[in-house]
Structure formats: C-alpha cells, structure tokens
C-alpha cells in the first residue's frame, strides 16, 4: 500500500524529500506534484521500474513516450541532442509547463536505445526539482490521467492516493495539482511542431 508523504512546496522538507528519493533508488514508483498535472515517476536509472511504469500505462517501454524531468538544462547532452536556436528557446522557457521533443542522444540508457526522440520537461515546482535534484538523474514520468469525463485529471492528493495506492510505492502530497497539461512542442523538425496545447503559452513563438 501506497504511503503519503506531504512536502510544501514553498519550503520542501529535506528529510520528506529523502524518503520519497530512497522509494526511487530502491526501485519504486511515486506519484508527484508538477506545475501541471500530478505525475507518475521513477528512476530513469531502474529498468525494472521502468518495465513497471509501461505495464501500468498499458505500452511497450522501448515504444513509450514518457518525459524525462530534468532538474535543469546542464546535463541535457547525455539524453538528448539540440542546437544552439533550440538551446536558447529552452533556456528562455524552462522551468514552465512545456515538454520539448527533442532528438535522442547516443548515451540514453540501453532500454531508450531505439527512441529517436525524447520529452524533456524542467517543471517550475520546487518539490519536483528538489527531489531530481536529490536523486542525482531524471525522473522518467507520465501523466496519471483519469477516467472521469469531466475531469481529465485528478487534483488532489487523497484521491490519487485512494486510486493508486496498490500500484504505486508513495503518493506526494504537495497540495492540489493543476488540471491542465502542459504543452508538447516538438523540435526535431525544421520548425516548432505544437503537438499538444496545453498549460504553456503559445506566445513563445
């Protein structure tokens, strides 16, 4: 059974962000606060986790489109490839809600192997960079949708809980979560591709 650990995020507790990083290293799955839509997540280092992430989501891992949240842009070369116009367009955008679809790179971990593309996000959420930062890697995760027709996305942390808890390690509380995703923008072409309008401003081209 899922545990909730609740961490604020205007001041997030070191050991509360220990204790979710240790559920990640010793190969769980939490589920966490973004600057969009909770997510569900874990060590992008830990293939049984992985394996366990696509069961859940119903797709093959090496067919999976999970974002990678990266803590910021510094080691951005070991998962992916990008220009300097594409460089300056993420550094002007990120932390915010966007996913960038970016050219994989060469050093992806063997099971992103055959991906030609990744999803990078930065989200502006000092929980979720905080434990990143902690864990030393990327989060490989996903959005946990819903089933509900009217709300695509759960909000609050007690009902994820409720629904989750016998599939995933923790559930983050860090107060209610948006309901809108964010936006994908795919860079692998010539020009910027929106594939998904979401949180993030369109203005930005």
């Known amino acids: 059974m899922a545990e909730l650990i609740k961490i604020y995020e205007e001041n997030p507790s070191p050991k509360a ?8 290293r010793n190969g769980g799955l939490i589920i ?7 997510g569900l997540g874990c060590d992008i280092t830990n293939t049984a986790a992985l394996e366990k992430i696509a069961r859940i989501k119903g797709v093959k891992l090496e067919k999976s489109n999970f974002s990678f949240i990266v803590e910021d842009l510094s080691n951005l070369s070991e998962y992916a490839t990008l220009n300097n116009q ?15 679809i970016l050219p994989g790179s060469s050093k992806l971990p063997s099971v992103f192997k055959k991906k030609k593309t990744v999803g990078i996000r ?6 979720a960079k905080a434990i990143v930062s902690e864990l030393g890697n990327p989060i490989v995760s996903t959005s946990i949708k819903d089933d509900d027709e009217v709300l695509e996305y759960t909000t609050d942390p007690s009902l994820i ?4 808890e016998r599939l995933v390690d923790a559930v983050i509380d860090g107060g209610y979560g948006d309901n809108q995703a964010s936006t994908v ?9 929106v594939i998904r309008e979401g949180k993030g401003s ?3 081209f």
């Open 17 to 24: 962000i220990k204790q979710a990083v240790d559920i990640l």
């Open 32 to 38: 966490y606060p973004t600057d969009t839509v909770y």
């Open 86 to 100: 594409n460089f300056k367009l993420l550094k002007r955008n990120l932390p915010g809600p966007y996913t960038f």
């Open 122 to 127: 930065v989200p502006n959420n000092a929980i």
């Open 161 to 164: 809980l409720e629904k989750w």
């Open 185 to 193: 923008i795919d860079l692998t072409g010539e020009q910027p591709e």
């Open 202 to 204: 369109l203005e930005i």
